[in-house]
């Protein structure tokens, strides 16, 4: 699941990020409220966490303006500002939940699970593709009943691959959803990474569910004859 944090202070932007990659999300990053309302616009992510005072263009207008258009993206308000009417003024412009600061790392992810599950279905909480299974709130993936470690950046590149199974995904959407916008694209982080997830999910079972597409980029699902390998 993709993440954008809109913070201007830097080192706790660092931080967030760092801590949200090590639960598994991948997280895009943005300094000011301009950027950050562009951004969630351009790209789709699967929850806003949205400081109150940023630079630019304060996550209250952000949050109003991006309500027209993603009425339905998950926003978690971080404000210094204790007074409850600022917190009753985010909530009515549509913010799903805030928190504090400072505020406990932990207190945070479980409000960011939470919300995620309110958004989404319980059928796609749990990935299936043949006999691999994928659960996005405890992050945990099997195929054929046996567990598989893996490490978050491969837990989310498989996450990816397993929504969008049956369809043929690039370098550059793999790139874009999986690591970050500024990411550098023309790295062989990509292929790095899928051979890691073959040898970890394909290794050890007949049916090989990770293909390449040449030309294209990759798909997983149970080929079907014709199919590329």
Request: with cysteine.
């Amino acid at each position: 699941m993709r993440i954008l944090v809109a913070e201007d202070d830097a080192s706790l932007a660092k931080f967030l990020r760092k801590g949200l990659e090590n639960e598994n999300y991948a997280v895009d990053c943005a300094g000011d409220g301009e950027e950050a309302q562009l951004m969630a616009e351009s790209y789709d992510f699967d929850l806003l966490l949205l400081d109150v005072n940023l630079p630019r263009r304060d996550g209250f207008e952000v949050l109003a303006r991006l309500r027209g258009k993603k009425p339905a993206l998950p926003v978690l308000l971080l404000t210094a500002y204790g007074k409850i009417e600022d917190r009753v003024r985010g909530l009515d412009l549509g913010a799903d939940d805030y928190i504090v600061k400072p505020f406990s790392f932990s207190e945070l992810c479980a409000r960011i699970r939470a919300l995620l599950r309110r958004g989404q279905r319980p059928a796609e909480m749990l990935l299936r593709v043949d006999n691999l299974e994928l659960n996005r709130m405890d992050h945990s993936v099997r195929r054929g009943g046996k567990p598989i470690e893996l490490t978050p950046k491969e837990f989310a590149l498989l996450e990816f691959l397993m929504i969008r199974q049956g369809r043929r995904v690039t370098r550059t959407m793999i790139i874009e959803h999986v690591w970050n916008a500024s990411f550098d694209s023309s790295t062989n982080v990509v292929d790095v990474y899928i051979n890691y997830l073959r040898t970890k999910v394909d290794g050890g079972f007949e049916t090989k569910l990770i293909r390449t597409v040449r030309g294209v980029g990759y798909q997983l699902g149970v080929a079907a004859d014709g199919d590329a390998e």
